[in-house]
């Protein structure tokens, strides 16, 4: 990692197009104006973590949740009981209709660049 | 296309209804297909109803999947204010061809923000702050940041009591 010493006001400059400014320097709080293309995504390193996690919470969480009318074969499945009938209708998948990712509602609040 | 999943047991469903994650979700990265299903349970009565809620089931790891919903159902006010480099990477244009999608966690004693905002017992919350952008007509999706400090990953969408919502009959609506 490359570490510079700057005091308020100085710059420092990142490939042709991004610029970090040293705005102020106030006890332990630093300032930083960035001044990116774009396109270059800039955000608190925090709210990477958070999202993260919050999707690690949900993915956990969705467990709590019942499911899916299933079969009693395949309940019994689950359980890790496994006689021939059983398999054989676990080898017949149950045919689903995904949505249609469509929802109506989001068009007027999506701000587009 | 047929797929096994934890939840469901093994489903088979045309393979253009998938939506590719192509850089994942934060946190799981190696995830890119999913495919939207409805959210249906077996309620008392024995009958099921369509919902607005929906499983984001990976197509890839059968354990995989997430409840999500249309947010402006439930949050009308919620605006997105879409950085250039995420509608560049799903080639959107267009505001009408896109769709959102919130993922939700179910909370048990949970806290937002460290102490300031106990949850109830029992919550489902929203992430406001990370929604899943898909371009509708190329079915790419991505996992969007909003930067500006105006959404949280915890927005109440309902409070639950604790057995119904394992037995999951009163998200239904």
Redesign the interface.
């Known amino acids: 990692m490359l570490v510079l010493t700057r005091r308020a006001g100085q710059v420092v400059k990142i490939g042709d197009d991004i610029e970090v400014v040293v705005v102020s320097v106030r006890g332990d709080q630093v300032r930083l104006g960035i001044c990116a293309p774009r396109e270059v995504s800039v955000v608190r390193g925090e709210l990477l973590k958070q999202v993260s996690e919050e999707n690690r919470a949900a993915a956990q969480s969705s467990r709590l949740i019942g499911s899916l009318p299933q079969s009693k074969e395949e309940a019994a499945l689950k359980q890790g009981r496994s006689d021939t009938d059983e398999v054989s209708s676990r080898a017949r998948p149950r045919s689903v209709k995904p949505l249609s990712v469509s929802a109506a509602p989001t068009t007027g609040s999506l701000g587009l660049p | 296309m047929?797929i096994d999943t934890?939840?469901?047991?093994?489903?088979?469903?045309?393979e253009e209804?998938l939506?590719t994650l192509s850089e994942g979700?934060?946190?799981?990265p190696d995830d890119h297909r999913f495919?939207?299903?409805?959210f249906?349970?077996?309620s008392e009565s024995g009958g099921?109803g369509p919902s607005s809620l929906?499983?984001l089931q990976s197509a890839d790891n059968p354990q995989?999947?997430?409840?999500a919903v249309?947010p402006?159902?439930f949050f009308?006010?919620?605006?997105?204010?879409?950085?250039?480099?995420?509608?560049?990477a799903l080639g959107?244009?267009?505001?009408?061809q896109?769709?959102?999608?919130t993922?939700?966690?179910?909370?048990?004693g949970a806290t937002r923000n460290g102490e300031r905002f106990p949850l109830p017992p029992m919550a489902v919350t929203a992430?406001l702050?990370?929604p899943i952008?898909?371009n509708?007509r190329s079915?790419q999706?991505r996992?969007v940041?909003l930067?500006d400090g105006r959404y949280?990953?915890?927005h109440i969408l309902a409070e639950m009591d604790g057995e119904k919502?394992?037995?999951?009959?009163s998200?239904e609506g």
């Not at chain 2, 495919?35 to 409805?38: A, E, G, I, Y």
């Not at chain 2, 896109?98 to 999608?101: I, P, Q, R, T």
């Not at chain 2, 993922?103 to 048990?108: E, F, Q, Y």
């Open positions: 047929v934890f939840r469901f047991g093994r489903l088979e469903f045309p209804s939506v979700l934060l946190g799981f495919v939207v299903l409805p249906r349970c077996e099921s929906c499983w995989l999947a997430f409840l249309e402006h159902l009308p006010d919620y605006e997105i204010d879409l950085p250039d480099g995420d509608a560049r959107l244009r267009d505001a009408r896109a769709s959102v999608l993922l939700l966690t179910v909370s048990r992430n702050a990370g952008v898909v509708m079915r999706g996992q940041l930067a949280g990953t915890k919502m394992a037995r999951g009959t998200l």
